[in-house]
T-cell receptor, first 112, second 112 residues
Framework: DTEVTQTPKHLVMGMTNKKSLKCEQHMGHRAMYWYKQKAKKPPELMFVYSYEKLSINESVPSRFSPECPNSSLLNLHLHALQPEDSALYLC???????????FGSGTRLTVV | AQSVTQLDSHVSVSEGTPVLLRCNYSSSYSPSLFWYVQHPNKGLQLLLKYTSAATLVKGINGFEAEFKKSETSFHLTKPSAHMSDAAEYFC??????????FGSGTRLLVRP
C-alpha cells in the first residue's frame, strides 16, 4: 500500500459546526503533515507530527486542532471556521522528516 | 535561507512538442530538490527528486530534470508533451529543518 487516504473528499460546513478531516497511511511512515492550499497557490504547511508527537505548528489558529491517535492516522478537528478557511486540505506522510512526502488527494472544504 | 523561484507562471505547448519548466533555487548547501505535479482538484504527485547523486534525474511519465549547481537551476523537461501532462507543476526545495519550500507553481497547458 503506497497511498495516503483522505476522507471526506468534499465537506461543506457552517461556521458553527464541528467537523473532522481524516488521513490514513499504511506505509510505516513516522512523519505526517497537514497542508492548506488555496486556489492557484502552493500548499502551506500547517502541522507536522513526528513519531505521533506534534513537532511543528506553523502558528495555525486554534480553530484547527490536529490529533495523531496512532502512527497510521492523522485527524484535523475543525470548529468555528471562517469562510476564508475554505481551501483544499492535504495530508502527507514520509518515512522520516527528511524523506520525500507522499500526498493524499485532499479534502475540499467549503465554509458557509 | 533556502528558496525556489519558478520563472514562468504559465507555459503553453502543442501536443508532441518538448516541455521546459524552469526552476532556480537558492541554498547555502547541497539541496534536496523535487518536482511535484498536481492535476485539477487532486493531491500532489512526486515526479522526481534530486538528492546529490546523479545530476540528471529521471522521473515518472518521461520527465527528467538536470541539477546545475553553477546555474543554481533544476529545470524540468519532457521530450514530447501529452494532453494528460496538462497540470500545475511545483518545484520544491527542502530547507535545513526538513520543511518543503514550494515554488509558486507553473501551469502547463497542452494544445491539441
Amino acid at each position: 500500500d503506497t497511498e495516503v487516504t483522505q476522507t471526506p473528499k468534499h465537506l461543506v460546513m457552517g461556521m458553527t459546526n464541528k467537523k473532522s478531516l481524516k488521513c490514513e497511511q499504511h506505509m510505516g511512515h513516522r512523519a505526517m503533515y497537514w497542508y492548506k492550499q488555496k486556489a492557484k497557490k502552493p500548499p502551506e504547511l500547517m502541522f507536522v507530527y513526528s513519531y505521533e508527537k506534534l513537532s511543528i505548528n506553523e502558528s495555525v489558529p486554534s480553530r484547527f486542532s490536529p490529533e495523531c491517535p496512532n502512527s497510521s492516522l492523522l485527524n484535523l478537528h475543525l470548529h468555528a471556521l471562517q469562510p476564508e478557511d475554505s481551501a483544499l486540505y492535504l495530508c502527507a506522510s514520509s518515512q522520516a522528516n527528511l524523506g520525500q512526502r507522499t500526498f493524499g488527494s485532499g479534502t475540499r472544504l467549503t465554509v458557509v | 535561507a533556502q528558496s525556489v523561484t519558478q520563472l514562468d507562471s504559465h507555459v503553453s505547448v502543442s501536443e508532441g512538442t518538448p516541455v521546459l519548466l524552469r526552476c532556480n533555487y537558492s541554498s547555502s548547501y547541497s539541496p534536496s530538490l523535487f518536482w511535484y505535479v498536481q492535476h485539477p482538484n487532486k493531491g500532489l504527485q512526486l515526479l522526481l527528486k534530486y538528492t546529490s547523486a546523479a545530476t540528471l534525474v529521471k522521473g515518472i511519465n518521461g520527465f527528467e530534470a538536470e541539477f546545475k549547481k553553477s546555474e543554481t537551476s533544476f529545470h524540468l523537461t519532457k521530450p514530447s508533451a501529452h494532453m494528460s501532462d496538462a497540470a500545475e507543476y511545483f518545484c520544491v526545495v527542502m530547507d535545513s529543518s526538513y520543511k518543503l519550500i514550494f515554488g509558486s507553481g507553473t501551469r502547463l497547458l497542452v494544445r491539441p
